[in-house]
């Protein structure tokens, strides 16, 4: 075993051979977030050598059956038959080796310590946050996580960026309440919501902006509020998130252009933020019950 400080620091959003020798086969590199990075593999029995990850990983199984493994995380030993959703945590700079025996089907998610440190700073007022490595956990939460996330990059991040970067951040807080060493006390739900005039400010700068790929700490810092806090208190204002919020003014502004204008509805799609027609057409319908054409037809 080679010493911790001599072994590879490994990027999941570059070059990832000889730890893992394929391409994922799907990938966030598109995305436009910032810190964070999804990426899903079909890959073949493989032994990873000895190395330690540049972000924080999260290892989600996506196996139909159980799946013959080894494993070896900061130095302990563990040699497992994987099971569906379970998943794996690797804080950054751990020293983490593993292989498995057949062809697997595995999702990876990595935030980069910035982006961490950042959201428990705005979230507990610290950056001293010491992660557990974990292995064959089962948690409900990071599963569907990794889900949405996974939808939104084959759906080409329909809603742009704030979407994954909203769901993020939630991730990032669970993270800090259930495998952090310092177990943190996180601020009261019951805060209010944001002030009139905040909440003024915040939705003038959304409806000026919705047809763009607006970011959420670009909307944050309209209020000088950590990304963290504005998600929770516009929640507790608004009933819905932000990025929920900006999907319902792209379908009302799509609907006002579709009675009242001659764009196709690909311009449409374009005019109101959404990067292609057939991502708009399934928020569409997702929101209204029908298609664009048959809400136009209808009218």
């Known amino acids: ?10 990027n999941l959003a570059q070059q990832l051979n000889p730890v893992l020798t394929h391409h994922p086969v799907l990938s966030s590199d598109r995305s436009g977030w910032s810190g964070i990075f999804f990426a899903h593999f079909h890959h073949p029995a493989h032994e990873s050598p000895e190395h330690r990850w540049q972000q924080h990983l999260i290892g989600m199984t996506s196996v139909k059956h159980s799946l013959e493994s080894k494993h070896r995380l900061n130095g302990q030993r563990q040699n497992n038959y994987c099971r569906p959703d379970e998943i794996l945590l690797v804080p950054s700079g751990v020293s983490y080796a593993g292989s498995w025996q057949q062809a697997g089907e ?9 982006f961490f ?17 974990q292995f064959a956990v089962t948690d409900p939460f990071i599963q569907q996580i990794g889900f949405v996330l996974k939808a939104d990059v084959e759906a080409g991040h329909p809603t742009g960026r704030l979407f994954g970067e909203s769901i993020a951040t939630a991730l ?11 177990q943190p006390q996180l601020p009261s739900e019951t805060t209010g919501g944001l002030a009139k005039y905040q909440l003024k400010k915040v939705l003038d700068y959304i409806h000026a902006h919705f047809h763009q790929d607006t970011s959420l700490p670009d909307m944050a810092k309209v209020l000088d509020l950590s990304q963290y806090h504005f998600c929770r208190l516009f929640k507790q204002s608004m009933g819905i998130a932000p990025y929920q919020y900006v999907t319902q003014c792209r379908i009302d502004r799509a609907k006002q ?13 374009f ?9 708009f057409t399934r928020v569409f319908r997702q929101c209204v019950g029908v298609t664009p054409k048959t809400f136009r037809d209808s009218h």
């Open 271 to 279: 005019e109101v933020g959404f990067t292609n027609h057939s991502s």
């Open 117 to 133: 440190e950042e959201v428990a700073f705005e979230s507990i007022q610290t950056k001293q946050i010491e992660l557990i490595p």
């Open 106 to 114: 595995f999702s990876l998610l990595g935030f980069s310590p910035n």
């Open 1 to 10: 075993m080679a010493p911790k400080d001599k072994l590879p620091i490994v």
């Open 172 to 182: 990032v807080v669970h993270l800090l309440k259930q495998y952090s060493v310092w």
């Open 257 to 269: 252009l579709l009675l009242k204008s001659q764009l196709t509805i690909t311009e449409i799609a």
